[in-house]
């Protein structure tokens, strides 16, 4: 089974609607899926709450505190886990150490990634990430098509170790699919179709 935990330390980077949408993606596919809400805000517990029944079922696990951590998780073939903020809770140390991916959400403003780039360098220091037992995929999120930071932000990042893995646009679709409680992959129409590539690159990171 793979855990797969969606984390930074850095507020308002996306990391719900990556989770939900991914959790959606991996379901259509017909994987049994649960979306763990690690999060004190519980946002996806929310979000899961208000998913037609008529969509594919995706279970909702309230991981917020340390003893929950694998409750329920026998039996699936991925857990979805919207994490944390920072790495200073032992709630967040376990997480990362059963992680099987780690994905950190990250805007392309200046401000955001220098706090991403420590908070990166903060897992890697983690013991079951040294080890490659884990593995980090850094996403460009909510990004403006016409911005020209997206580039330097990848530079950056890559200069540090950490290529961008995947462009995430700002598209209004995903906060009308978060009211939903659904998922850009629970359609086919036109528009959800044209966003759904821009996540192959990462549905084929989380398979390997």
């Known amino acids: 089974m793979r855990k797969i935990l969606v984390v930074n330390s850095k507020g308002g980077c996306g990391k719900t609607t990556i989770a939900t949408n991914l959790a959606v993606a991996l379901a259509a596919r017909g994987e049994d899926v649960a979306l763990a809400d690690a999060d004190r805000q519980k946002s996806s517990l929310s979000w899961v709450k208000r998913r037609p029944k008529k ?12 003893s929950s951590i694998g409750d329920k998780s026998k039996g699936l073939d991925a857990v979805v886990i919207d994490g944390p903020g920072g790495l200073r809770s032992e709630l967040a140390k376990t997480l990362i150490a059963e992680a099987s991916d780690i994905l950190v959400p990250v805007l392309a403003s200046a401000f955001d990634w220098n706090a991403t780039l ?62 939903a409680g659904s998922g ?19 549905l084929q990171a989380v398979d390997t």
Request: aromatic share 8%.
């Open 184 to 202: 850009i992959f629970d359609y086919s129409d036109a528009q959800s179709h044209e966003i759904r590539g821009q996540w192959h690159p990462l």
């Open 55 to 66: 969509m594919t079922s995706i279970e909702g696990l309230d991981w917020t505190k340390e």
């Open 118 to 179: 420590k908070f990166l360098d903060g897992i890697s220091e983690i013991k079951r990430v040294r080890k490659g037992k884990a593995e980090i995929h850094v996403i460009a999120n909510r990004i403006n098509r016409r911005s020209t930071q997206v580039g330097e932000l990848e530079q950056t990042l890559s200069k540090k170790g950490y290529p961008v893995l995947c462009r995430i646009t700002d598209r209004v679709a995903y906060a009308k699919h978060a009211a």
